[in-house]
């Protein structure tokens, strides 16, 4: 299984960026993913994840402002970053799991390289 992570970049404070993450190697529509970051000086943490089924789980940090969603079609997960603050400068991480969602970064078994984001005027 191979996770590839995209689209992160410098925006200023209350701008908006959708970072994304294409799976290779695993049957898509049975898999479940889900957004961890990690910022400078701070462990990883949870932030959205998206089940097979497509039911979808938030942190209650970025509730309202973030949105996760997926394409199987196309293999990808993205995940639409809204409003966003100085305290969501982070290296986000999509995760990948056969056995379905949870806000717990050890039960996911793959790992994408992470994408930097970097909210600052």
Known sequence: VQLQASGGGLVQPGG???????????SFGQYSLAWFRQAPGKEREFV????????????????????ISRDNAKK???????????????????AGSERGATM????????GQGTLVTVSS
């Open 104 to 111: 717990l970064s050890g039960w996911y078994e793959d790992w």
């Open 48 to 67: 959205a994840a998206i089940s097979w089924k497509s039911s979808t789980y938030y942190a209650d940090s970025i509730k309202g402002r973030f949105s």
């Open 16 to 26: 908006s960026l959708r970072v994304s993450c294409a799976a290779s190697g695993v």
């Open 76 to 94: 990808m997960v993205f995940l639409q970053m809204n409003s966003l603050k100085s305290e969501d400068t982070a290296v986000y991480y999509c």
